[in-house]
T-cell receptor, first 110, second 116 residues
Framework: TQLLEQSPQFLSIQEGENLTVYCNSS?????LQWYRQEPGEGPVLLVT?????EVKKLKRLTFQFGDARKDSSLHITAAQPGDTGLYLC??????????FGDGTTLTVKP | NAGVTQTPKFRVLKTGQSMTLLCAQD?????MYWYRQDPGMGLRLIHY???????AKGEVPDGYNVSRLKKQNFLLGLESAAPSQTSVYFC???????????????FGPGTRLLVL
């Protein structure tokens, strides 16, 4: 079983602060995805990274895939209350299914 | 497009009762998935399907059965519900993978199940 560990599990910060969420595994994944989930809703895809060392930016969010394709990070600059939610990473395999991490619950206080 | 829809949205069962959760997608996706999500945990794959008429076990398949008789529908059945199956159930679908990359999974709004 391929496992993904996310850290921290909970994060509470003030508006305007920066933060980084980590997703680590001992397994190699063909791709890695980050999702954001709001209460009462299903997860929504933010980004997919497929190449070791790849960096993608989505406005104030920066995603990085480790060189060995075993880990990833999500960095948010100048966090806003609208960024509040559960952030999930998911490792893709060639078998057509994903392994999800346990998530990071982010709260951004005004 | 409605995307991925799930019925019912909420259900309360007594231990031993049975029920079926329905997932429907209108995006002509080949892959469909059933996950459960428990407090403080991510999504755990129960069963999945790579096409009409096919199903496969995921990470936590015990106590559940699935069927994919039509491409657009994926049914999750609980034959004899147990309190341990109290959870939020999410269905997702995705198109065929291309070039080894994982395609986007589109999730439904979830079904909240309480087993007493």
């Amino acid at each position: 079983t391929q496992l993904l560990e996310q850290s921290p599990q909970f994060l509470s910060i003030q508006e305007g602060e920066n933060l980084t969420v980590y997703c680590n595994s001992s397994s190699v994944f063909s791709s890695l995805q980050w999702y954001r989930q709001e209460p009462g809703e299903g997860p929504v895809l933010l980004v997919t990274v497929v190449t070791g060392g790849e960096v993608k930016k989505l406005k104030r969010l920066t995603f990085q895939f480790g060189d060995a394709r075993k880990d990833s990070s999500l960095h948010i600059t100048a966090a806003q209350p609208g960024d509040t939610g559960l952030y999930l990473c998911a490792g893709g395999t060639n078998a057509g299914k994903s392994t999800f991490g346990d998530g990071t619950t982010l709260t951004v206080k005004p | 497009n409605a995307g991925v829809t799930q019925t019912p949205k909420f259900r309360v069962l007594k231990t031993g009762q049975s029920m079926t959760l329905l997932c429907a997608q209108d995006m002509n996706h080949e892959y469909m998935y059933w996950y459960r999500q428990d407090p403080g945990m991510g999504l755990r794959l129960i069963h999945y399907s790579v096409g009409e008429g096919t199903t496969a076990k995921g990470e936590v398949p015990d106590g559940y059965n699935v069927s994919r008789l039509k491409k657009q529908n994926f049914l999750l059945g609980l034959e004899s519900a147990a309190p341990s199956q109290t959870s939020v159930y999410f269905c997702a679908s995705s198109s065929l993978r291309l070039a080894g990359a994982q395609e986007t999974q589109y999730f439904g709004p979830g079904t909240r199940l309480l087993v007493l």
